[in-house]
């Protein structure tokens, strides 16, 4: 698998985002608790947005990458992760 270059950077960035999907789900729960002041019944509505934003991306990713995989890299994901973390970090 390491003698695919494209196939060894695709099973390292499909861990990271394991990864951080691992650690969301960690601190989404501690936020509604201890942030939001939410009971568990309640905070489950964050991890259904959650599921549904990745599971929506993910479609939405195949339909404009038409159904085609590649090895290049698209711009504006992280930009848009960029923009989101700068304004979910700002305090209001």
Same mark, same amino acid.
């Given at each position: 698998? /390491?003698?695919?270059?494209?196939?060894?950077?695709?099973?390292?960035?499909?861990?990271?985002?394991?990864?951080?999907?691992?650690?969301?789900?960690?601190?989404?729960?501690?936020?509604?608790?201890?942030?939001?002041?939410?009971?568990?019944?309640?905070?489950?509505?964050?991890?259904?947005?959650? #599921?549904?934003?990745?599971?929506?991306?993910?479609?939405?990713?195949?339909?404009?990458?038409? /159904?085609?995989?590649?090895?290049?890299?698209?711009?504006?994901?992280?930009?848009?992760? /960029?923009?989101?973390?700068?304004?979910? #970090?700002?305090?209001?």
């Amino acid at each position: 698998m /390491r003698k695919d270059e494209v196939l060894w950077v695709a099973v390292i960035a499909n861990t990271f985002f394991w990864f951080l999907g691992a650690l969301l789900l960690l601190n989404i729960v501690l936020y509604a608790t201890d942030i939001l002041h939410v009971d568990e019944a309640h905070s489950s509505y964050l991890l259904a947005a959650l #599921s549904l934003g990745i599971g929506v991306g993910s479609f939405l990713a195949g339909y404009a990458s038409g /159904r085609k995989i590649g090895d290049g890299h698209d711009p504006a994901g992280p930009d848009g992760n /960029r923009t989101d973390d700068r304004s979910a #970090s700002t305090p209001h």
